[in-house]
């Protein structure tokens, strides 16, 4: 969740193969084994439960993580050419002001938009966290 996924998959690719994947790593079907890849999750479970595979986690500093989520994520448009979770965007823009289009004030947008995750963080309204910008402790705790 924003803290090098790309990263790390070119990294472990290249260990495998001598190379970085040509591409988003995100879209690589061979060559690699990732839960998306239905012939790959027998060998993921076996690998998991026997205690083959290591885990590991990272952890990014918390403000450059929920910046990037808020650009990536919320200004941004995503690799299939549409906003983040469909309507997301639009209800930022009604409840909470969020200026996403043309020549906006950043600065005023990413605020409401702390404002925006932090409600969804203690209060779980208007919606539950999303994992982009929720606390990394509970995603290394699983």
């Not at 890849?37 to 595979?53: C, F, P, W, Y």
């Not at 290591?54 to 299939?80: E, M, W």
Request: hydrophobic content about 35%.
């Amino acid at each position: 969740p924003k803290c090098a996924c790309s990263t790390i998959g070119q990294i472990m690719y290249y260990s495998d193969h001598g190379e970085f994947y040509d591409g988003d790593i995100h879209d690589a079907t061979g060559g690699i084994h990732k839960w998306s890849i239905e012939s790959s999750q027998d060998k993921l479970t076996a690998a998991v439960a026997g205690n083959q595979a290591y885990t590991f986690t990272c952890v990014r500093n918390p403000y450059t993580r929920i910046l990037s989520a808020f650009f990536d994520k919320i200004c941004g448009i995503q690799r299939n050419g549409q906003r983040y979770r469909g309507k997301l965007v639009p209800l930022l823009v009604q409840k909470y002001g969020i200026e996403v289009e043309g020549d906006f004030d950043q600065i005023a947008s990413f605020r409401r938009f702390l404002l925006f995750a932090r409600d969804t963080v203690k209060f779980r309204k208007p919606m539950d966290p999303d994992i982009h910008w929720s606390g990394m402790a509970g995603h290394a705790s699983t």
